[in-house]
């Protein structure tokens, strides 16, 4: 007996399927909309939509040119767990409801071929047909709207005004010449926009005849995650993804038709499948993805692609938690997922600063880059080496270039203790660092990346001289260039001169945005010095007029330390340096303790702390914080592994030497000194030279002259080395208070 249109809906029903209804098998209305969705470029990347298969959704007949009819079945995927707008967990990401059970593809494909096979031993006659699910080129929610399923709402997902719009939408074309269904019904959205309003992105925009709504799909959560494929264009412009890892239900999750809808009953999955825990999917290895999702939709954005959602969703989290597992994934060995997450851990610290601010509290983070932090952490190598990867990835930023040269000059005043004996050990003016020598590699290397930051600096600004960013990356390469003038070529007078250039440029920066606190840096810094130097100097022309005010370049300093975003950390070195030079180590205790904490690989941060609690009087925290520090070098912590065990007994030496413990320092100085050529020139000499100082004061100089000798013979250009030789023959002895 032939079947007819309703037997066929009954037959749907029998197989599972909520909805089903029957379409001619004729071009669609529709194309001609959907051709103009293509050529405004709403549908991206997705050349399945775009090419010759694109073109084959005009006529069902392409796809069974004997095609007379549209079986069109949608099957209900609603369950009672919790919408992904409830979702307030910042640890877990997001999965798309479609994609919590089994592929939908071969769920449907089972129901649609039993459904196929009851038509088949009903009919009693011989027809062709072909089953589509959503990858065959076929306009399925139009045919699904003319089969009477429902409406297709500004969302532009297909709506049934008692079921909702959780549907897998299903096909079987026929040859079997059907009566269709009485059409579609009338489209029940009105002036409801709360889909429009939720969407993060705006993903739905006016259609071309702005008289209806479309999807912008490159704009859309579930095309960004699934579709685009490689790696984002990870900047401040890029929309916000929330945890979502695969896939988007917040139009539908907003949807007022949506909360009549019934729960299918059928899915009933933990939370770890719709809502994984972040940390636990950034460590999924490739093999432990394809066991989870080998069967599951998710499996669409393969392992690349679904850790790169990763990376975005622990950025966005606004979680410091997350900070751990992004930093992991900043080090994979898939490149598109290390660049991502390295991008996204800059977002991740700027959200806490935006948060913290926003709460009126002191920020704990400003945000760094992973190359920055290791920066800060004294990893110039690992800094380096992202430095150089950010600057293949964009050639025409000089401030990649300002990057790259900052990596080299800083690497190499740690290897020649420049940054030590400024910040830790030493007592040195500005004026008195001995000369570095530094690889002609890296010589040549920091100034091809000065040049090219002129080069592209002063070629924007002559077409824009109010060029914010062009004048912040020429200030930055002219203070580079001063500190290396000045620690590498030794010519004061040329790295004054670069000084004031980065000056310059600063105060236009300053004079186009004056509530940029992080501008006021170089400002501060400048005053500083300038105010710092003798007379002679500061007249001189070419500080072009600056005259230097010490007191004001703290405070401004000390403004960007506690507001900055960009310079907060810089500032706050700074201070540090500085309040060791004004002699007031009480206000240097607290930023030092907020790099430490920061920073925990940097151990010269806690160095400088033992010698600012000695400089404050407080014995009892300077040898406490010595302990720690052995005890981390001992532990194996990272950053410390390195780290000399004679240079941290010379530390403690040298405290005990000041607090006039001498046979306790004469005994940690002479094991330092017995393994002097193990250390860095710097530690050696003043090693040598405390020495001979205990031992004068015990009242020994025919053995301290030996040790003076040495410290001469070690370094004989440095100061230690100029004292050492004022007591060969006048013995030491301590000054004493008027």
Known sequence: MPVDAERLKQMARACGFALAGVADALPSDDFARFADWRADGFAGEMAYLTDRRGDLRADPQSLLS??????????????????????????????????????????????????????????????????????????????????????????????????????????????????????????????????IDACPTAAIVPNRQQNGWTLDARLCISYLTIEKRGEFAVDAELPPLGNHLFGCDICQDVCPWNTRAPNTGELAFEPAVFAPELPQMAALSQEEFRRMFRNSPAWRTKYEGFLRNVALALGQSKNREMKEPLERLAKHENPIVARTAQKALQWLLMFAVILLAGRGMKAADAPVSVGYDHFYNNEFDQALEIFENDLKAHPEDPQMFNHVAQGILYREMLRSGALESQLVSGNNPFLRRPKMEIAEKDKQRFEYCFNQVLRMGEGRLGKNPNDVDALSALSVAHGLRSNYLFLV????????????????????????????????????????????????MRALGFLGGFHGDRTDGVQQLELVSKQGIRNR??????????????????????????????????????????????????????????????????????????????????????????????????????????????????????AWLRLGQVQDLQGHHAEAVPAYREAIRTAPKSEAAAEAKDYMETPYRRKTKA
Request: with cysteine; charged share 25%.
């Open 569 to 686: 950390y810089d500032a706050q070195v700074l201070l540090a340096a500085i309040y060791r030079r004004e002699r007031d180590p009480r206000k240097a205790i607290p930023l030092l303790k907020e790099l430490a904490g920061r920073f925990p690989r940097n151990y010269l941060f806690r160095l400088e702390q033992v010698q600012m609690y000695s400089d404050a009087g407080d014995k009892k925290s300077a040898l406490a914080v010595l302990d720690e520090i052995e005890n981390l070098r001992r532990t194996g912590a990272v950053g410390y592994t390195s780290l000399n065990p004679e240079k941290l007994l010379y530390f403690r030496g040298n405290l005990l030497f000041w607090y006039n413990d001498l046979p306790a320092a004469l005994a940690d100085l002479r094991q330092v000194t017995q393994k002097a050529g193990e250390l860095d020139l710097n530690t050696a000499v003043l």
């Open 489 to 536: 070529e030794k010519s004061w007078i040329d790295s004054l001169r670069e000084a004031t250039a980065a000056r310059k440029a600063n105060e236009r920066i300053r004079e186009l945005d004056p509530k940029d606190v992080d501008a006021k840096l170089v400002y501060g810094l400048n005053e500083y010095v300038v105010g710092s130097l003798p007379f002679y």
């Open 66 to 195: 004997s095609a007379r009819s549209i079986l069109c079945v949608a099957k209900l995927y609603q369950t009672a767990h919790p919408l992904s707008v409830e979702m307030k967990d910042d640890s877990r990401g997001w999965i798309s409801r479609y994609a919590w059970g089994e592929d939908y593809h071969d769920v449907m494909r089972a129901d649609l071929e039993r459904l196929l096979a009851m038509i088949r031993a009903e009919h009693g006659q011989p027809f062709e047909a072909k089953i589509c699910i959503d990858t065959a080129p076929l306009l399925e929610r139009s045919y699904a709207r003319a089969a009477g399923l429902g409406w297709i709402g500004k969302n532009t997902c297909l709506i049934n005004e008692r079921q909702g719009s959780w549907f897998f939408l299903g096909e079987i074309l026929l040859s079997i010449p059907l009566v269709a269904s009485a059409g579609p019904p009338p489209d029940r959205c009105g002036t409801c926009r709360r889909c």
